[in-house]
């Protein structure tokens, strides 16, 4: 089970829901053991006796749930989708499932406001792989993490990730990239894509970037920009509310998928909170309306602190990720101190003992990914 699917059960009883994510992230499988749990009807646009039914809303209106399966490559899918609402309202429920082009038509026009719930399906993370691996400990888990990736496929089965991956990566570059872009630019995004996994937990230079690629600067931020939306990487931003001295410039680079750097150490760790962090923000908003949003921290004098995770104009967590080092990160304290946050945590991967300095807590990281859901007020799929 899924960590939404509770919740997904729980609002298709009031509304149609869509769930976007990263493309093999496993929507289309929950939505099957949803439709399955209830004997519904799943349809996919692909599939050609489907595409009829869907465009004659010719499913059976007494089901218990119908899934529309890549809803988005209909042409006006949500004017298409605000009739159906409209005539039929929620009966029967209705699950429209997609990825990044599904996200970026979603955001634009006004057709569905008010008339749909929204999720994002994330790859797994230490405290949903409990439910896909019981037997495993938090730190057991974690390095599964760390050599496989959170794609439940690669986690399944570790020894065939890295070409799991590489599909991924030439699926989403060649065919996603085409549907949602009209750049022919396919060689130089491939090669932007290994940048950028060198580059992993580091800010982006555009004008770096642009150089290596030969291509103007505006050209290399709207790349990222676009890999962005096809759900391939995610950027995190700089934090520097009342803090005059902070840098207000470049964001960091992650992928959804934490074992893409090729850094197999500090960039894999540091991109495996990154996820972490990343979906349980986005979880608490989409469930919840929360306004939880996932920072980093840099100042003038260098001083840097891993993420900053903030609510509203509210600061909850200062977090710092160590591999093993378990003394104090100073800019931690420094920032703690003018933030006020209701946590500064350095997280550590080898760590002998737990302790607190300074007002500045130091926990074993697997152990305190583990338990993030029930941080943020949920418990995790078991």
Request: hydrophobic letters at 40%; charged letters at 30%; proline letters at 5%.
């Amino acid at each position: 089970m899924r960590y939404l699917t509770s919740r997904l059960e729980r609002d298709l009883k009031s509304k149609p829901v869509l769930l976007s994510g990263p493309r093999q992230v496993g929507k289309s499988t929950l939505a099957r053991e949803l439709v399955a749990k209830v004997q519904g009807v799943y349809l996919n646009w692909d599939v050609r006796k489907d595409k009829t039914l869907i465009r004659q809303a010719a499913w059976p209106k007494d089901a218990r749930l119908v899934v529309l399966d890549e809803l988005h490559k209909l042409q006006k899918w949500k004017n298409f989708l605000k009739g159906i609402v409209d005539e039929f309202d929620n009966s029967p429920p209705l699950l429209v499932t997609g990825s990044a082009r599904l996200e970026v038509l979603r955001r634009g026009g006004d057709a569905l406001t008010g008339r749909t719930y929204h999720y994002r399906l994330h790859p797994i993370d230490v405290a949903e792989a409990a439910s896909f691996t019981p037997d495993l400990s938090p730190d057991a888990r974690a390095d599964r993490l760390l050599q496989a990736g959170g794609f439940p496929e690669s986690y399944l089965d570790p020894r065939d990730a890295p070409r799991l991956l590489n599909d991924r990566l030439e699926v989403v570059v060649r065919e996603d990239l085409r549907d949602l872009s009209r750049t022919s630019a396919v060689h130089s995004i491939d090669v932007l894509v290994e940048l950028l996994r060198e580059r992993v937990g580091s800010r982006i230079s555009y004008s770096n970037l642009a150089g290596d690629l030969s291509v103007s600067m505006p050209t290399a931020k709207s790349w990222v920009e676009l890999l962005e939306r096809l759900y391939l990487v995610f950027l995190v931003h700089p934090y520097s509310r009342g803090l005059a001295r902070s840098l207000r410039k470049e964001p960091k680079v992650y992928f959804f998928d934490c074992s893409a750097a090729h850094d197999e150490h500090g960039a894999r760790l540091e991109n495996l909170v990154a996820c972490a962090l990343l979906k349980h923000c986005q979880f608490a908003h989409d469930a919840h309306g929360r306004d939880l949003r996932l920072h980093y921290f840099r100042d003038r004098e260098g001083r840097e602190v891993d993420f900053v995770v903030t609510e509203g104009k509210k600061v909850l967590w200062l977090i710092e990720v160590k591999s093993e080092h378990a003394d104090l990160h100073r800019p931690l304290s420094y920032l703690r101190e003018r933030l006020a946050p209701v946590e500064a945590i350095q997280v550590v991967k080898k760590l002998e003992g737990r302790r607190e300095v300074s007002g500045v807590r130091i926990v074993p990281l697997a152990e305190w990914l583990d338990r993030l859901p029930s941080r943020l007020g949920r418990k995790p799929a078991r």
